[in-house]
């Protein structure tokens, strides 16, 4: 008898498929604290891919949102609406203190 190759289903979350887009809300307060991503800019249809996700708010939004989680290589395509250039995209990552990031998952 060939024992079945089928595994038993276990509860699994449901998690942001690839190409999905969503949105990671954050609130910086002051200007000194990180929001924890490293990003490269891609000035083809602007947007900001990232590196690496390190301590900071980022974090924490993945801690409370485990089926939204920002992940290395995702792309972020606007940050408060802003997308028409990545300076424009920077500049307002430094100089808000809430983030709507527009995230698009690898």
């Known amino acids: 008898k060939v024992a079945d190759a089928t595994p038993t289903p276990k509860e699994a979350a ?49 801690l409370s949102h485990p089926t939204m989680q920002v992940k290395t290589n995702d792309m972020i395509l606007a940050v408060n609406g802003e997308r028409e250039t990545v300076e424009k995209m920077y500049q307002t990552i430094a100089n808000s203190s809430q983030l709507t990031l527009l995230v698009r998952s690898c």
């Not at 490293?38 to 990232?50: E, H, Y």
């Open 14 to 62: 449901i998690v942001v498929s690839s190409g999905v887009e969503f949105e990671v809300k954050i609130e910086k307060g002051s200007a000194n604290v990180k929001i924890g991503l490293d990003t490269v800019a891609r000035k083809d249809s602007p947007a900001l891919k990232i590196r690496a996700v390190k301590a900071g708010l980022v974090t924490d939004w993945n």
